[in-house]
T-cell receptor, first 116, second 111 residues
């Protein structure tokens, strides 16, 4: 089946630095990918929709200048957390799906970000 | 967004069937019903989806009510590896393929 690969699986960074997370669609071309954030004991919260070749669409309350999304190819989307703060520590998850309405979404294994 | 309602938690015994309910009373005709599950510290995993008819796959069965306002995910023989949070989500044509996660049901499987 289709696979979405996310890298790194965990990262620790210092406050004020930036961290890049990659999301790759291995089996199919994904013109749209999605980025979620999940805090402990909570559900996934959609942050933004990554569109290949165009600007990402951010959900209300998500700072686009802090969470930079680049979808430069049909198989790769990146999320960069800029000037990270301890409150950005979270589990970040990407997903992709084929361009057929209703079909299943495939999720990356997630990235555990810890900002110290 | 059309919402779904699930019990916060359920318990089952190993090798027994599990029926996980989901209410979606505001579902529209083109909304698909999707189920995903998430194990600790992992991304969600697709389980099954359907539109109107009941569906079966190697993981589970999905029973959809005739009026489509509710559905039930059926795990035929629960194993310890089935312990996870199960999310019932409506995939809406109007949402541009965005999936909105609710709180899900935490399934505990007792040995």
């Amino acid at each position: 089946g289709a696979v979405v690969s996310q890298h790194p699986s965990r990262v620790i960074c210092k406050s004020g630095t930036s961290v890049k997370i990659e999301c790759r669609s291995l089996d199919f071309q994904a013109t749209t990918m999605f980025w979620y954030r999940q805090f402990p004991k909570q559900s996934l919260m959609l942050m933004a929709t990554s569109n290949e070749g165009s600007k990402a669409t951010y959900e209300q309350g998500v700072e686009k200048d802090k969470f930079l999304i680049n979808h430069a190819s049909l198989t790769l989307s990146t999320l960069t957390v800029t000037s990270a703060h301890p409150e950005d520590s979270s589990f970040y998850i990407c997903s992709a799906q084929r361009q057929v309405h209703g079909t299943e979404a495939f999720f990356g294994q997630g990235t555990r970000l810890t900002v110290v | 967004d059309a919402k779904t309602t699930q019990p916060n938690s359920m318990e089952s015994n190993e090798e027994e069937p599990v029926h996980l309910p989901c209410n979606h009373s505001t579902i529209s005709g083109t909304d698909y019903i999707h189920w995903y599950r998430q194990l600790p510290s992992q991304g969600p995993e697709y389980v099954i989806h359907g539109l109107t008819s009941n569906v079966n796959n190697r993981m589970a069965s999905l029973a959809i009510a005739e009026d489509r306002k509710s559905s039930t995910l059926i795990l035929h023989r629960a194993t310890l590896r089935d312990a996870a949070v199960y999310y019932c989500i409506l995939w809406m044509r109007t949402s541009g393929s965005r999936l909105t996660f609710g709180e899900g049901t935490q399934l505990t499987v007792n040995p």
